[in-house]
């Protein structure tokens, strides 16, 4: 019902920048939130950052607060990650995630993308 595809990750070393696209397609009009997860070897999938799509209400994860942006363009549809002051802690696989009304839950994944930083 909704795919998401991300791109833009990648190898940068500490300090540096990137940024992450995740574009949806299909039935993106049920679209209510969409969100930023990210996984580490060995460890839980953790919350990074959301936002709302209409309202454009932002929330992010204490351990990116200040570092990390979420944008979102309504006619394209696609959401992004602006990731500056990268530290090695940030290493892992970035997903994009979608929350339909109604639902209460991120109900659609991306396929992720890796990000990767040296030290």
């Known amino acids: 019902q909704v795919q998401l595809v991300e791109s833009g990750g990648g190898l940068v070393q500490a300090g540096g920048s990137l940024r992450l696209s995740c574009a949806a397609s299909g039935r993106t009009q049920t679209i209510y939130i969409m969100g930023w997860f990210r996984q580490a070897p060995g460890k839980e999938r953790e919350f990074v950052a959301r936002?709302?799509?209409?309202?454009?209400?932002?929330l992010y994860a204490d351990s990116v607060k200040g570092r990390f942006t979420i944008s979102r363009d309504n006619a394209e549809m696609t959401v992004s990650l602006q990731m500056n002051s990268l530290e090695s802690e940030d290493t892992a696989v970035y997903y994009c995630a979608a929350q339909q009304v109604f639902t209460g839950k991120y109900g659609y994944w991306g396929q992720g993308t890796q990000v990767t930083v040296s030290s």
């Open positions: 936002i709302g799509w209409n309202s454009g209400s932002t």
